[in-house]
């Protein structure tokens, strides 16, 4: 385990490494509270969450990890099938207990899947335009990643570009047909926790019907589709998105299946 330590700006935030067998994750820690898991999608890093974290730490102790490969995570490309394993380790050595878990796109997959396997560590799950079933192939993939740009904010063109460059082609060759191919479908009947899935209007890597299906295949689960947002609301639309989701997660009783 790496040692905590106050950031340079002189807020609450932390930053660590944690070593969970022969990967090394990083991860930040903002806040109080009750546990806060944040994990980001295919070729990103903690980063994406920043328009999230300040507001969402106001209520929990905020986790936002470097899934292995990704950001600062070096020593090891990502291996889908073994992450929601990995995570789970990292909840154990921190002593973390039950976990509220946020997972957008690829770190969809992954909290879905802890949340299925290791149901004893998940109180809530939080699931932003995840990948829970098989996206084609690699034509299909380009040719609606080109129709996303128009949606894309400026602003989060350099992070994106960035993150995946420091992601490398390691990781990328390995990630990218695993993120294709993921098929989670199986393991969604098994997920009884209360579910938030939240949709961006304007995705056309998955579009909304797909998040329609995904509200269906999920037993206790809920839909909110957020308008004039693409593949990453919670950058596109920040406000909206920290609104619905403390709402969803501080609510006393978990809600009804609604939309």
């Known amino acids: 385990?790496?040692?905590?330590?106050?950031?340079?700006?002189?807020?609450?935030?932390?930053?660590?490494?944690?070593?969970?067998?022969?990967?090394?994750?990083?991860?930040?820690?903002?806040?109080?509270?009750?546990?806060?898991?944040?994990?980001?999608?295919?070729?990103?890093?903690?980063?994406?969450?920043?328009?999230?974290?300040?507001?969402?730490?106001?209520?929990?102790?905020?986790?936002?990890?470097?899934?292995?490969?990704?950001?600062?995570?070096?020593?090891?490309?990502?291996?889908?099938?073994?992450?929601?394993?990995?995570?789970?380790?990292?909840?154990?050595?921190?002593?973390?207990?039950?976990?509220?878990?946020?997972?957008?796109?690829?770190?969809?997959?992954?909290?879905?899947?802890?949340?299925?396997?290791?149901?004893?560590?998940?109180?809530?799950?939080?699931?932003?335009?995840?990948?829970?079933?098989?996206?084609?192939?690699?034509?299909?993939?380009?040719?609606?990643?080109?129709?996303?740009?128009?949606?894309?904010p400026v602003d989060f063109l350099p992070v994106l570009a960035w993150d995946t460059l420091r992601a490398g082609p390691r990781t990328m060759r390995r990630a990218i047909p695993e993120v294709l191919s993921a098929d989670l479908r199986a393991d969604l009947a098994q997920i009884t926790q209360p579910t938030l899935v939240i949709w961006g209007e304007h995705d056309t890597l998955m579009p909304p019907a797909v998040g329609e299906a995904v509200h269906r295949w999920l037993p206790h689960s809920q839909l909110v589709v957020i308008p004039r947002a693409g593949h990453n609301p919670m950058w596109d639309r920040p406000s909206d998105f920290n609104r619905i989701v403390l709402d969803f997660l501080t609510a006393p009783q978990s809600p009804g299946r609604s939309r």
Not at 56 to 79: C, I, K, T, W
Not at 101 to 113: K, R
């Open 1 to 152: 385990m790496g040692k905590m330590n106050t950031n340079s700006t002189g807020n609450s935030a932390s930053q660590a490494y944690a070593r969970i067998g022969s990967a090394r994750i990083y991860y930040r820690v903002a806040g109080a509270g009750r546990p806060l898991l944040l994990l980001h999608g295919l070729s990103g890093s903690g980063r994406w969450w920043v328009r999230n974290v300040p507001a969402l730490a106001q209520h929990f102790e905020v986790y936002v990890l470097d899934l292995a490969g990704f950001g600062r995570s070096r020593g090891r490309p990502l291996a889908l099938a073994e992450t929601p394993g990995l995570v789970a380790r990292f909840c154990e050595e921190l002593r973390l207990g039950r976990i509220s878990l946020i997972g957008h796109s690829m770190g969809g997959y992954v909290s879905a899947a802890l949340a299925a396997r290791f149901s004893e560590r998940v109180d809530r799950l939080v699931l932003v335009d995840p990948v829970l079933s098989p996206l084609g192939g690699y034509r299909r993939a380009a040719l609606s990643l080109v129709t996303a740009l128009r949606y894309v």
